[in-house]
């Protein structure tokens, strides 16, 4: 890597967090770079969503660091405008509409006003938007999430198991989104605990298991190492395979350290 | 992908909280019950109590002071809007959100503070305004006049500091709670400590020495701004007294920008 070439989307150097004995995460180092879409997967409290946090200022790390495009979050000038992010879709004010919600946020962003109605058009909640948020279901939440992540039109997006709640239509709807939004050159990652979902997406994989890097390749490679078992073998497999037995670093040819 | 031809307006951690605080159910129930609750309880309070003090001698009670009374209840709501300001957004997560917009934590804690000052402050004026011209003609109708109780001037400096001093105390209780709320992140605790905090010394205060400390030196202090005569029973000069307030609620935010930018979110 040429050092004159513009910074990856999201750099994590040497990334530790320990809540009190508890080692959420454990030396992660990993760059995602734009145009592509990297998935983080790993079971439930692998550390998926404290990287993601760290990466936004709201928990700081341990030991080492996180940065978007080369810079910490809190020196980002207009941060909602570098990079968009959806953590918990369901961490809204129940008394707020979709509308006052996404117009508070441009309003601290910079943003304006008429995005926000026409972010709710685009993901399809232009009938709910007058409607208070606490008697949406989770799939409405989620696309209300995926709008505040896309509100500065980021070039770098960040979305931590989007697709939890969303149904048949709303998954076809968010996969053609990302494909679009790695078409366009942005900086993609996402997470998830289920890998069936992101066959068809997922350009790169980390698979992320107590808080250490288990494996990190191409897709293309990992199901590669998954040929011998019987029948095709799918992400799910490889998926398995690798937090069960652990320890073994996966690492494919391609791959690029910073 | 970047477009920066576009024109941007430029970030106001303000205007989001305006929108948020306008934009929720609660709060909008809050301001009506902070402009309705103080001059319905006055009313009640002063409609009963009647004069005992035989005519043509001067009486000794604070007759303005008593028609302010009800700011018991509109210091509880102000407490109810200062708090939930930022304990909801703790609540459903919320925070996160606005700390990501805002990476600079201190600003929208002050701009929340800001935003529940001008309101509670607005409205308490208001509010005490009323409960004055509402509950005066009441009380006179149980012998609370001339000669024993002059009429108060409203045009000289003492009522009307009774008066507007009085939609500053709620501010002040409004900012206490801000403060408070943002050192605890809980809602549910944070209304109970202030409330508590700002009235219980007043009525646990036994012995006259410890009166007189809880007067001049808790946030109970503060009441002191609507003494309009002098009573034994009054130990702090009104302005001292609210100030003393003040410096409780400013106390409280300052303890709660420093944890705030060092704590991690609560998820």
Known sequence: MRSDLPPPGLTFEALTKRFGSVVALDDVTFTVPPGAVTVLVGPNGSGKTTLMRIVLGLAGPTAGRALVAGQRYRHLHNPLTRIGALLDATAVNPGLTGRTHLRWLAAAGGIPTGRADALLESVGLSTAARRRVGGWSLGMKQRLGVAVALLGDPPVLMLDEPMNGLDPEGMVWFRGLVRNLRDEGRTVLLSSHLMRELEGIADRVVVIHHGRIAADAGIDSLLAEGVGTSGPPTLEDVYLRLVTTTEQVVTAPEQVRP | ?267
Do not use: C
Request: proline fraction near 7%; glycine fraction near 8%; charge should be positive.
């Open chain 2, 1 to 267: 992908m970047t477009s920066a031809a576009v024109r941007r307006p430029r970030p106001s951690v303000l205007r989001a909280e305006w929108i948020k605080i306008l934009g929720s159910r609660g709060t909008l129930v809050a301001f009506g019950l902070l402009a309705t609750l103080p001059v319905a309880f006055s009313a009640l309070i002063v409609a009963n109590t009647p004069s005992t003090d035989p005519p043509g001698v001067p009486g000794d009670d604070d007759i303005v002071a008593n028609t302010l009374v009800g700011v018991l209840a509109g210091v509880v709501v102000a407490a109810v809007i200062g708090a939930t300001s930022i304990g909801n957004e703790e609540r459903s997560g919320m925070i996160s959100t606005t700390y990501t917009a805002t990476p600079r934590r201190p600003r929208v804690i002050l701009a929340k503070a800001s935003v529940a000052v001008a309101i509670t402050l607005v409205i308490g004026v208001v509010s005490s305004w009323v409960s004055y011209l509402v509950a005066r003609p009441l009380q006179r109708d149980q012998g609370y006049v001339a000669p024993s109780y002059p009429e108060p001037d409203l045009l000289s400096a003492t009522p009307i500091r009774a008066i507007v001093g009085t939609g500053l105390l709620t501010a002040a209780v409004a900012l206490y709670a801000v403060g408070i709320a943002t050192v605890v992140r809980r809602t549910s605790i944070a209304i109970p400590l202030v409330v508590a905090t700002l009235l219980l010394p007043g009525l646990l205060a036994t012995s006259d020495r410890i009166q007189e400390f809880v007067g001049r030196w808790t946030p109970f202090a503060g009441f002191s701004v609507q003494h309009t005569v002098q009573r034994p029973d009054y130990h702090a000069g009104p302005w001292h007294g609210l100030g003393v307030t003040v410096a409780y609620a400013v106390l409280a935010v300052a303890v709660g920008l420093v944890l705030a930018r060092r704590r991690d979110t609560a998820h």
